[in-house]
């Protein structure tokens, strides 16, 4: 495996015509299709419309979430190339059929310093959990949901605990895999080369 | 005090016109009912449910934001945690997820030997159903034939796996190459146990046998039927907005497996019916879960006659690194869909990991269907969900 994206590897061309086509119905921004995936980009103000009319076809809802983009992050390795990505919201929503394989994400961007979107709850029942889950992880307002209280977190809890810029206090404490384990992650370049050797005997 | 519009499906309480005011009555964390810790806020007006707000969230363990500090390979020791009743399934849709990420395909075997052990936690996880929820309607008996069973399961998956519940068995390439190994410098590719396939084929037999006992025991049962027929029922478009999946949707009439329409692992080579019935009540999905423990049997006959011998790993590099990129990879579980939305930035670790647990959207129609509801009637529809809270919780 090559550490170059090759974001065309599995994307067949019949998934690419569901994808265009659908996003062409619906006057989308545009689509992205990769490793089997087909996401669907939606203008936010656009949002409840353009996933009301393509829930017509794909009936099925399946889940919403969100990504939060930044270019600086407390927990994990962080984005790819800081530099060129945009900081934003990105709320994901997923539609599918009940007959056939066919499913989309819609995919909307909202700036960082107004994450507001419109609500889903008030047409599709199953989104109110899944916003409401949203809300209190990221902090995105579901405009129209007027019941967006906390689903996992204490009434009293404060902040957003998948943000990016939110510690993981486990970590900060105790840094993995902690002092007990003392077999070293892969990562050091000796264990690599160690590996690489490994490899080689194996294909012998 | 009873609108016309409360007064709904099982009629037969409550006849006398008393002045009941409103009343809450909190149900949970703790109740043998609630399957976990879930708690249920009901305001009802005698013995009518007429608002309930479900409060969830006290297993909630965050592992969406622990996957984003830890690369591949641990992922699979945590979400086999997820639905802990049907650990091994969890762990498929994931590790298929990140192998259609990093373009790699696992061997023949080890898909089937995937396959099989699926089909195993769905026997598992549905005879814990089938244990329960009779007992939660009063009928203790099937919980000691189901449970007794059960331990056949389990025990054909402690000897692949060298865990009950929780097998971490997944690899990236394939599955553990050996069990009870462990070594990290000697690659020893050990087959599954001897004599595995063997047992596993008694096993089944005892499916079969148990399903005939549950059957008697259960199906036809008078006072079972009374208490399940006709209530709580689903309709299937109420099903699908709520993004109700698995036996739920299928008892409500929409036989939609995934196994059928998206085939994963080789579920394709394979015959089985897809179980559904009609009504969408509890009875219902009762009857589609012991139909599937016999489909899933019939899957397993099928997968020890196929299963080809060879490798169970392909080579993968020692440090796995998925490229740029986000991929959505779903399985049909027990409970239902159960998918990964897999976001990469290339690098050792997924950027974001987003859980579609099954349990969650099962259980966010609880609002919905338990409006109007008679009291006595909650803990049969809440049952008959069949939901595990560390799925809803993750």
């Not at chain 2, 979400?79 to 997820?97: K, L, M, Q, T, Y």
Request: proline share 6%; glycine share 8%; charged share 25%.
């Amino acid at each position: 495996m090559s550490d170059a994206p090759d974001t065309t590897a599995v994307a067949d061309s019949p998934l690419d015509a569901f994808a265009e086509d659908l996003a062409q119905r619906l006057g989308a921004l545009g689509h992205i299709v990769e490793f089997g995936t087909v996401r669907i980009l939606v203008d936010r103000d656009a949002w409840v419309d353009t996933i009301l009319e393509a829930n017509r076809e794909l009936p099925f809802f399946s889940w919403l979430s969100a990504i939060d983009w930044s270019k600086e992050t407390e927990v994990g390795e962080g984005v790819d190339d800081p530099d060129q990505m945009e900081e934003r919201f990105e709320v994901i929503c997923r539609l599918s059929s009940v007959e056939t394989a066919d499913a989309a994400q819609f995919v909307a961007s909202l700036p960082k310093e107004d994450p507001t979107i419109g609500s889903l709850a008030p047409h599709i029942g199953g989104a109110s959990w899944h916003e409401r889950e949203a809300h209190e992880m990221f902090g995105i307002m579901f405009d129209g949901n007027d019941h967006l209280i906390p689903l996992y977190l204490p009434d009293d809890f404060e902040g957003n605990p998948l943000l990016k810029s939110y510690p993981l206090i486990s970590r900060e404490v105790k840094p993995w895999p902690g002092d007990v384990d003392v077999e070293g992650m892969p990562e050091t370049a000796d264990d690599a080369d160690e590996a690489a050797a490994e490899d080689e005997e194996v294909a012998e | 005090m009873t609108s016309p519009a409360m007064i709904h499906r099982s009629e037969s309480a409550v006849s006398v016109e008393l002045q009941t005011p409103d009343m809450t009555l909190n149900i949970g964390p703790q109740h043998p009912s609630t399957h976990g810790v879930l708690r249920l806020v009901a305001k009802i007006d005698g013995e009518r449910v007429r608002d309930v707000e479900p409060v969830i969230g006290y297993m909630h363990r965050g592992y969406e934001k622990l996957s984003e500090v830890r690369t591949y390979a641990q992922i699979t020791a945590l979400v086999n945690r997820i639905d802990w009743v049907s650990g091994f399934a969890n762990e498929v849709p994931f590790i298929v997820g990140v192998e259609r990420l990093m373009g790699v395909e696992a061997p023949e075997r080890a898909q089937w030997i995937r396959l099989i052990l699926s089909e195993l936690a769905r026997i598992s996880s549905h005879l814990v159903f089938m244990s329960s929820y009779p007992l939660e309607l009063g009928a203790t008996t099937p919980l000691m034939h189901s449970l007794r069973e059960r331990e056949y399961i389990l025990e054909l998956i402690e000897e692949v796996t060298g865990g009950r519940f929780h097998p971490n068995f997944n690899r990236v390439g394939g599955v553990k190459p050996a069990y009870g190994g462990g070594s990290t410098t000697k690659k020893q590719s050990m087959d599954l146990p001897a004599g595995f396939f063997q047992r596993t084929a008694e096993a089944m037999d005892r499916m079969d046998k148990i399903c005939d006992d549950i059957d008697s025991l259960v199906t036809g049962n008078e006072l079972i039927k009374m208490r399940t027929v006709g209530v709580g029922i689903i309709p299937a478009d109420k099903a699908i907005e709520y993004g109700l999946s698995g036996p739920n949707l299928r008892a409500s009439g929409v036989a939609y497996d995934l196994r059928k329409a998206d085939p994963y692992l080789t579920y394709d080579q394979v015959e089985f019916d897809v179980a559904s019935a009609s009504d969408g009540d509890c009875y219902d999905r009762y009857v589609v879960r012991l139909e599937e423990i016999r489909q899933s049997v019939r899957i397993v006959r099928q997968a020890i006659d196929k299963i080809p011998s060879g490798p169970l790993q392909t080579k993968v590099p020692r440090v796995l690194k998925a490229p740029k990129g986000q991929v959505y990879s779903r399985a049909e579980n027990p409970k239902g869909e159960f998918g990964y939305y897999i976001v990469s930035e290339g690098g050792k670790m997924p950027y974001r990991l987003k859980i579609r647990s099954t349990s969650f959207s099962n259980l966010s129609i609880l609002p919905w269907i338990l409006q109007g509801q008679l009291v006595p009637d909650l803990v049969a529809i809440m049952g008959s969900l069949d939901f595990v809270l560390g799925d809803v919780d993750r």
